[in-house]
């Protein structure tokens, strides 16, 4: 008898997306952004998914990371995306992104009151903001909580600072879910909610299809192939800047590198 093949992790973009980036699956996206925004409940009776469709991976398609976009019942959007890993420009990377989602909206005499709210979700599975929290919110406020404007929020998830309790909130089995890829764990976190229990099956389908397990494999090949080339050429860059003399901090700070591979490349040139 042929063994059961691992699930697939909900963590890649390439899964999360076809999980939670399907219209047949809006209650499960539902639930899930319920509780991470604090938006109005009537926002939620009518959510539009944004090309539901799993994009194709194919050469052209290597480093693009996979979003799901969202409009809600007054057209405000929101923007899911998984980034793996932290890369130095992330933060100037969301907000570039984010005016985008904005800007798009607006065509040649339009006024500017047609423009919706924009609101960005970012998930990681690295240290990105300082602290402990596993969620932030990130608002136009003053100091002492005055709102300059409602239009554009970001909300970062962290997956590695979860606490291993269960902290009484919707979202930290949210992240458990995604986090997971223990089936023990995710069958018990299934009798949680009907929302829940149907992620879990949704996943598990996902998991059993060789279709869909060949595109996320083949994705996860071009993605390592990606970084693979990536790493390389900030090897050589540091390599340069040891050999033209740079300051060890100087080489941490242009390469996002540690101290100890810069010490590590010094060593072995």
Known sequence: MESRKPLLPVKSDFVFKAIFGDQRNVDILTDFLKSVLDIPDEEYDRLTIVD??????????????????????????VHIEIQLQVIPEMKAR????????????????????????????????????????????????????MEFSDLTEI???????????????????????????????????AQRSPQMRKAVGVLKELSADERTRMLYERREMARMDMESKIDGKVTDIARNMITD???????????????????????TR
Request: aromatic letters at 8%; hydrophobic letters at 30%; proline letters at 4%.
């Open 245 to 267: 003399g740079e300051p060890v901090d100087k080489i941490m700070k242009y390469t996002a590198l540690t101290r100890e591979e810069v010490e590590s490349l010094r060593t």
């Open 155 to 189: 909300n970062t998830l962290e997956l590695r600072k979860l606490p291993p309790n269960d902290d009484s909130t919707d979202l930290w089995w949210w992240m458990k879910f995604i986090k997971s890829d223990d089936e023990e764990v995710l069958d018990m976190l």
């Open 94 to 145: 969301a907000i570039y992104s984010q005016s985008k989602l904005v800007t798009e909206q607006m065509s040649s005499g339009q006024k500017y009151s047609v423009i919706k709210r924009v609101v960005t979700i970012i998930i990681t599975d690295e240290n990105f903001i300082p602290g402990e929290q596993y969620h932030r919110q990130f608002r136009n406020r003053t100091e002492d909580g």
């Open 52 to 77: 539901p469709h799993v994009k194709k991976v194919s050469e052209d398609d290597k480093f693009g990371i996979l979003d799901v976009k969202v409009h809600t019942k007054s057209g405000s959007v």
